[in-house]
């Protein structure tokens, strides 16, 4: 346990790029939870990987890009739907997971397991009022067609009903009583939620050999960035992360290529930044 290695904690120059102690501790609270992941993974026979900023950290680092504050994670759709069915009950004291079905506010299309006994948010977590502990961030693979007009068409229908989610969940209460005063018949939450859940679930229901985070589409410039092929997330080998060892797909390197192209580079400084995570310990 890193608890048991004081040295961890200590500043650090990684890459040109000063890590404080602060930023450690950040770390370590994620890497205890990135051990319940892999308990309850373990114990219930899923699948989880290093994604996007994590996963480059375990080729190009072996471990943390040296400006991150947080880990990503990715399961293919059967094992997530599973993992967050049954994490509640696994996970250990003061952890939490947190979905758009289990708070009010969180506007998400992925899950994140937070620690309750830290605080480790951004402006928007602020303003939206959950639980904003320290976090971990586990996103979803949906299958997707292969006929360029119909992802198109599928992820435009994404990105409606998040929308329909999100100003829901921004203004309910106004929402309503707008909807109530003028008899509108427009839909429920709940409503928009299913047609959503449905409306990913017909390729998942067919195996396409096409993946992607669609419900995460709202915010991408290049969904192109973010389709992956099926077969990549069949193999996996296990990387070094900070002491740790990380499952990561074989595929790795087609992967980060297709998304960031030459990965091993180091962005220019003024783009090694994090998520301005404003942490500290209740």
């Not at 739907?81 to 758009?100: G, M, N, R, Y």
Request: proline letters at 4%.
């Amino acid at each position: 346990m890193l608890k048991e290695k004081p040295e961890f904690y200590k500043e650090e120059i990684r890459c040109g790029y000063t890590v404080d102690e602060k930023t450690k501790r950040v770390w370590a609270v994620q890497l205890e939870m990135l051990d319940e992941v892999e308990r309850i993974c373990k114990a219930n026979g899923l699948k989880y990987f290093a994604d996007s900023g994590t996963l480059i950290g375990t080729i190009r680092h072996e471990g943390y890009i040296p400006w991150d504050d947080d880990i990503d994670l990715v399961m293919l759709r059967e094992d997530y739907d599973k993992f967050v069915q049954i994490a509640p009950d696994w996970l250990k004291e003061d952890l939490v997971l947190q979905t758009v079905y289990t708070e009010k506010n969180y506007l998400r299309g992925h899950a994140q397991i937070r620690n309750s006994k830290t605080c480790g948010c951004n402006e928007e977590d602020k303003k939206a009022g959950y639980n904003c502990g320290i976090f971990i961030d586990i996103f979803v693979l949906d299958h997707i067609p292969v006929e360029k007009s119909e992802q198109k068409k599928l992820f435009l229908d994404i990105r409606f009903y998040w929308k329909w989610i999100q100003h829901f969940q921004r203004h309910f209460k106004k929402w309503n009583q707008f909807v109530r005063q003028y008899n509108l018949p427009l839909p429920s939450l709940d409503t928009m939620v299913n047609k959503l859940m449905e409306r990913k679930d017909r390729y998942n229901r067919e195996l396409t050999p096409l993946v992607s985070m669609i419900q995460d589409y709202q915010k991408k410039k290049d969904i192109n960035l973010s389709i992956f092929k099926y077969e990549w997330f069949h193999d996996y080998i296990l990387t070094d992360f900070e002491g740790y060892k990380f499952p990561i797909i074989k595929a790795y390197d087609e992967m980060l290529k297709n998304s960031y192209g030459d990965y091993m580079q180091l962005p220019p400084k003024d783009q090694q930044v994090g998520h301005n995570i404003d942490a500290y310990w209740r």
